[in-house]
Structure formats: structure tokens, C-alpha cells
């Protein structure tokens, strides 16, 4: 895709860590000997111009921009949630009207061949939003995708939202999105914090586009390692040992 810009979500502290007491942000933690944010970075490094990459920072800001001064920034001061660290992003993005891409900067397994086939899908199908899902057999923590009688999406379940009924639904939103950059920092102005965190989501996003009769799809991919993100040391050994075995091959 020629007019594509991406924000990473990488201002969280990662409090289940002990990352505080570590003295690190959650998206520094190593992982095979290199920060999880550098395997996030290497996924999208086919874009040319690094400044096209907006990593939002928060928690012990300076440790990022000074291991990544090729990239753009922009700050969370506050962790209101993912789609106040979206916003965050507006003043850098500006004037941009083309797409945006957004990931999460503890997700080091995500590959370029999956982001590269989600901008396929939103290119092909004319697009204004489009979520990356994963199918899994067990249950997890992310949210849920809900789709209507006709399998047409209808919005994302945060875990913690999603009632005891529809916690067997096993396709699963990844966190990654691209969206209409214009259509995405509208909406996301009108995002309210009625749920049981309290926090601003961005997953709320694509309910808001439906709403608003924006074109939204989901490409479900079965590459269930991918989506693994850290929220435990064992989290960590866990994916050391994927990033091993990949690079082994």
C-alpha cells in the first residue's frame, strides 16, 4: 500500500511484570535478547520512511525513543486505554488522509506476511476498517468477534465485557486494525468509557464506523502463534522459544 502510516501502541507499563520494580517499559522487556518492540518494528519494516511510524510512548518514555530515534513519537501521559493512546497519535498524524495501521507493541510474533495480507483484504474489498481476527481452540483473554446471523460483522467483546454466553465464540479480535485514518480520529472523538474498565477502547472503533455506515470487514487468519502478547514471565519463555525456533529455520 503506497499511502500508509502506522501507530504502535507502546506506552503501557505492564504492571502483571513488575515492570515498575524492573525500572522498564512493558514494550522494552527482551525477548530473546532484543526487545519486544523490535520484532513489532521488523514486521512493518517494508515501510521506507521510519518517520511513518508513530510509536506512542508513556511509561518511562525516553528508554524507547532513544533505543528507536529513527521513528515518530507521540506521548500518553495518561493510560486512559488503547483508543486515548490512538488519539494521541492526531497532532503528528495532521493533515494524513490515507490509511492507518495500528499494533501492539508487546505482540513480537506478528508477521509482515499477515499485515501484508490484511491491507490486501482492505484494498480488495474497499475498506474503511479492517480487523485482523485469529481463530483459537482455547479459551483467552482478548476480546470476542460477534457477528450477526449472516456472519457479518457486528462489533468486538472486550473479555471482561463479554457475558458468560458468548465466551465460547473462539474467533478472536488480535489487535491489530487499519483503518481510514480521517474516519478513525472522528470517531474517535466520539468514543465514551461506559464499560467495566473505565478506559477509552479502541475496538469500540469499528461498532462506531458500522454505525455510521462505513465499510468495516475482518480478515480471520488461523496463525494462532502470531498473536501471542505478553502479560506473565512465563509469556516471555514462552515466545523466546517461538523466536528461537523460527530463527533456527
Given at each position: 500500500m503506497d499511502n500508509l502510516k502506522v501507530i504502535i501502541l507502546a506506552a503501557g507499563k505492564g504492571t502483571r511484570l513488575e515492570s515498575e520494580k524492573a525500572n522498564i517499559p512493558k514494550a522494552m522487556r527482551n525477548a530473546a535478547e532484543k526487545p519486544l518492540?523490535?520484532?513489532v518494528l521488523k514486521s512493518v519494516e517494508f515501510i521506507e520512511n521510519k518517520k511513518d511510524i508513530i510509536i506512542i510512548v508513556g511509561y518511562l518514555k525516553e528508554m524507547i525513543t532513544e533505543a528507536f530515534p529513527e521513528y515518530a513519537f507521540a506521548v500518553q501521559d495518561e493510560q486512559l486505554g488503547t483508543g486515548h493512546a490512538a488519539k494521541c497519535a492526531e497532532q503528528e498524524i495532521g493533515d494524513y488522509s490515507g490509511n492507518l495501521l495500528i499494533l501492539l507493541g508487546d505482540m513480537p510474533l506478528i508477521s509482515c506476511e499477515s499485515i501484508k495480507n490484511l491491507i490486501e483484504i482492505h484494498k480488495q474489498n474497499n475498506n474503511q476498517c479492517t480487523i485482523l481476527s485469529c481463530n483459537m481452540d482455547k479459551v483467552m483473554s482478548f476480546g470476542r468477534i460477534i457477528r450477526d446471523n449472516n456472519n457479518n460483522f457486528v462489533k468486538i467483546l472486550e473479555n471482561r465485557d463479554?457475558?458468560?454466553?458468548?465466551?465460547?465464540?473462539?474467533e478472536y479480535?488480535?489487535?491489530?486494525?487499519?483503518?481510514?485514518?480521517?474516519?478513525l480520529f472522528e470517531q474517535l472523538a466520539n468514543l465514551k468509557n461506559n464499560n467495566k474498565s473505565g478506559e477509552y477502547y479502541l475496538t469500540d472503533v469499528p461498532e462506531l464506523f458500522i454505525e455510521n455506515n462505513y465499510k468495516v470487514g475482518v480478515y480471520a487468519t488461523?496463525?494462532?502463534?502470531?498473536?501471542?502478547?505478553i502479560t506473565s514471565k512465563e509469556d516471555i519463555a514462552f515466545i523466546e522459544n517461538i523466536l528461537r525456533s523460527n530463527s533456527a529455520k
Open positions: 518492540l523490535h520484532y463479554c457475558p458468560p454466553e458468548l465466551k465460547n465464540i473462539k479480535n488480535t489487535g491489530v486494525m487499519l483503518f481510514d485514518s480521517k474516519k488461523d496463525n494462532k502463534n502470531e498473536f501471542y502478547g
